[in-house]
């Protein structure tokens, strides 16, 4: 380290629970390293395998630099460089020319959470398109299904801090891979595990945190919600409820028990694939051992019964007076805590009419479906869609509409950036200010900048103020700075942020709300949760209907549940795609697939560093030992996984560390590496769960075959 070097608190950019603080060192005018902030309670100055190595990502030499126009066929990734002026220019003419002939809502915004940030994530472009009077894209790839069915139990409840994990007695991780997803929380779980408690995992998979768990509890994927009414017909049954608890803090226990009492331990085996004797103990050992604690992943929504499984799940906690205790109850996302103006953000009181939503699950039909105003022109931004959104095949043959113009921002030329019309080149974290939320603790993180973007790279805040001079828009909202947006989109008045100052956040770097000491916090000892009724619901009292709004995260725009109609009390239904829910479809294509995350690659980002892909390997198919046997398929064996929608090729890995008749498989192969030049979710449906609209992507039936020739 040079003399001349100096240190800059910034924040991990990523849609990842742990919201890491990141001290940078930046030497001249150069990235020399990012390190965790040792300080930080939670995240104690460890990085992530994936971010290790976050400075070199910024001097990637395939990091797009410049704005660029498509001289080669769709797709094919060729292109030319040219100014932000005539980007701009193009744009401008191009977008003019579809609203005079179809009006704005042939226009279509795309994006996601590539960036998490209150500037620069998902609600970065919200205000510029809802000025524009473009169509709506509704954002559910993430978290909605266990919004919802958690809203509905428990209104918007901030939850167990992880840092109070330190005091549970009995933890169930249930669809999560902490080791891998969000580490952080780990070491609280191990040292609760040091003064007695025990570590359960409910996973079809022998995940890295399934491995080292006290229990691993495989279950067949999307019967969760079967399981915990299973759970709670034994608590039930053998008095092994908090009824004191039940009486004085919650409502609609009848209709509960009755419920569960559809659920004898002997159905449950038969539909969950967990032994009759696995579930009684599970259900005896959670109730008595407390404070017990359920932190709940975001893959227990990926199928059609992923919301209720999370409601009945966080029906668990109320039932067995677990909240009672320091450490006890439910955790799933902390983000309610955190006083943010959502509409500041992304101001949908700049909707006009009520326009056209599109939700990104149906972005492959969205393209090619006739509608009016036909979709003309879409930008994307911080999305991969065409590794990450389902339907891969025809959101590829959408992209590739000659009659469509397609601008994409990035940081390099993903699978989805190949088909551009326009590209335009996006600034990475170090380079840009922002503020972060967290999804898994209670601190906001603020990222100072600390480098110039390379080239003409520019941030997402500064794209859409461009964007709105190149249309005329003159609200003084695009006059902002960063950091007066900052200030606009904090509730700073709010109890959570007493203490917390602009100031004191941008010079500390990160801050805890003022949620309770953590040795101390039961924030639902005595009910209090923010329901209608004050009470925790097992009967809701919005399910009479009306347009259920829970999450400020897609302010604005959405009613979330299917349908419009919510089950009075927890349920069950079987996965679209199952042998109990489409038996002839399991005649054709008898197995389950799953597709989690991969430990070295943050959805699809890093997917391209060669030191992710070395840490990662190639794409695997992992099969029971049973069914890679009856297909003539060994260890090592290239294979192809396929249904009616697509088709893509890995190697197949045999193991028992995946349930017979499921396969699992890691999410975030760059298409363009890939042998087959596809990923998983080509053979991905577009159908949502049955709350909050959320994605199947573990609701699959495939066929796996050994390659031709191998
Ligand atoms: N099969 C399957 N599919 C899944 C899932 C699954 O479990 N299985 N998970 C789903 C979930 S939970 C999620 S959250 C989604 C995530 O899906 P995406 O949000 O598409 O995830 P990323 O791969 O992170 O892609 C974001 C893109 O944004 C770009 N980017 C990053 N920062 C910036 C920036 O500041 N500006 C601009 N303009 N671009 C930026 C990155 O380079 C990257 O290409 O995927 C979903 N898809
Ligand atoms: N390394 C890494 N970390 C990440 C990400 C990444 O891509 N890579 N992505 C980030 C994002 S956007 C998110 S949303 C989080 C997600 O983080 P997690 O919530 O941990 O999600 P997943 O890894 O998809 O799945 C967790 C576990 O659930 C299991 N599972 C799948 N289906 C079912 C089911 O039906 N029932 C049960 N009980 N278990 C099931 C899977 O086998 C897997 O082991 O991780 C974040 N952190
Ligand atoms: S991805 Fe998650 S664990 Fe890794 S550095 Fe970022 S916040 Fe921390
Ligand atoms: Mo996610």
């Known amino acids: 380290m040079t003399s001349e070097s100096t240190t800059v608190k910034g924040a991990c950019p990523q849609d990842c629970p742990d919201t890491c603080a990141f001290i940078y060192t930046v030497e001249g005018d150069r990235l020399t390293n990012v390190k965790g902030d040792p300080d930080h309670p939670v995240t104690r100055g460890h990085l992530c395998t994936k971010l290790n190595d976050f400075a070199a990502h910024h001097y990637n030499p395939n990091r797009l630099l410049y704005p660029m126009r498509r001289i080669g066929p769709k797709g094919a990734g060729e292109f030319e460089r040219i100014t932000w002026a005539e980007a701009l220019a193009e744009i401008k003419s191009r977008w003019t020319g579809i609203i005079d002939e179809f009006g704005p809502q042939a226009i279509m ?10 500037l620069n994530g998902l609600t970065s472009g919200d205000p510029f398109f809802n000025r ?5 894209a509704e954002k559910t790839f993430c978290g909605p299904g266990r919004e919802v069915g958690t809203h509905l139990t428990y209104g918007p409840t901030t939850g167990v801090d992880p840092e109070s994990l330190i005091h549970s007695k009995y933890i169930i991780l249930w669809a999560v891979n902490p080791l891998s997803t969000g580490n952080h929380h780990w070491p609280f779980m191990e040292e609760a595990r040091q003064n007695g408690a025990k ?11 399934a491995a080292q768990a006290d229990w691993h509890i495989p279950i067949r994927p999307g019967t969760d919600a079967a399981l915990a009414l299973g759970m709670m017909n034994v608590i039930i049954s053998e008095g092994l409820l908090d009824r004191d608890y039940v009486d004085r803090y919650t409502v609609g226990f009848e209709e509960l028990a009755e419920s569960a009492a559809e659920y004898p331990v002997e159905r449950v085996s038969a539909i969950t694939g967990i032994p009759v004797e696995d579930i009684l103990t599970l259900s005896r050992e959670y109730a008595a051992q407390q404070p017990s604690v359920i932190r709940v992943g975001v893959a227990i929504e990926r199928n059609r019964n992923g919301g209720q499984a999370s409601r009945a799940i966080s029906c668990l906690p109320a039932l067995t007076g677990a909240w009672r205790n320091v450490g006890g109850g439910y955790l799933t996302l902390t983000m309610g805590a955190f006083p943010i103006n959502w509409d500041a953000m992304s101001r949908p009181d700049w909707i006009e009419g009520t326009p056209r939503v599109v939700n990104l699950n149906s972005l492959g039909t969205a393209l090619l479906e006739a509608s009016y105003p036909p979709i003309k022109s879409m930008m994307v931004y911080n999305i991969n869609p065409v590794v990450q959104a389902p339907e891969q095949n025809k959101i590829r043959q959408g992209f590739a509409r000659e009659d469509l113009f397609l601008v994409v921002s990035e940081l390099f030329v993903t699978d989805t950036a190949r088909y551009a019309d326009i590209l335009l080149p996006a600034a990475m974290q170090a380079e840009q200010t922002d503020l972060m939320f967290s999804w898994g603790h209670f601190y906001w993180t603020y990222n100072n900048k600390a480098i110039e973007p390379p080239g003409e790279a520019v941030s997402n805040t500064q794209l859409f103020r461009l ?3 190149t249309m005329g828009f003159d609200e003084p909202e695009w006059q ?6 900052i200030r606009d989109f904090v509730d700073w008045d709010s109890p959570f942020m007493e203490g917390i100052t602009f100031e004191a956040l941008r010079q500390n770097g990160y801050m805890k709300l003022a949620v309770g000491d953590k040795d101390e916090r039961a924030p639902h000892a ?8 004050g009470k925790a619901e097992f009967k809701t009292s919005l399910a009479a209907g009306g347009n259920f709004v829970p999450s400020p995260f897609r302010a604005g725009y959405q009613g979330l549940q299917d349908g419009g109609h919510i089950d009075a009390v927890p349920s069950y239904i079987p996965p679209f795609e199952s042998l109990e829910g489409s038996p002839e479809l399991a005649a054709r294509y008898p197995l389950n697939i799953i597709s989690p995350k991969a430990h070295g690659f943050l959805n699809s980002q890093y997917a391209n560093e060669k030191k992710q892909q070395r840490r990662q390997g190639g794409p695997i198919i992992i099969m029971h030992p049973d069914d890679a046997g009856s297909r003539g398929i060994s260890d090592g064996d290239a294979v192809r996984v396929f249904n009616d929608r697509g088709t893509f090729a890995g190697s197949a890995h045999v193991s028992t560390d995946t349930l017979k008749g499921v396969v699992a498989t890691y999410l975030g192969h760059w298409v363009a590496d890939s042998q087959s030049r596809s ?3 080509s ?10 609209r959320a994605p199947t992507f573990n609701d699959n039936l495939v066929e796996v075959a050994k390659t031709a020739g191998d």
């Open 109 to 118: 915004p795309c994006s996601y959470l590539g960036h998490e940030g209150m």
């Open 132 to 136: 524009l009077g473009s169509s709506i």
């Open 199 to 209: 570590i359960v995992a409910i996973d079809p998979l022998r995940s890295r945190t």
């Open 467 to 469: 964007l709105a001079e």
């Open 480 to 485: 902002r700075t960063d950091e007066e947006m």
């Open 526 to 533: 005595e009910g209090n949760f923010p329901t209608p009724s």
């Open 679 to 681: 990923a998983v979710n």
């Open 683 to 692: 053979i991905s449906s577009s159908r949502t769960a049955n709350l909050g």
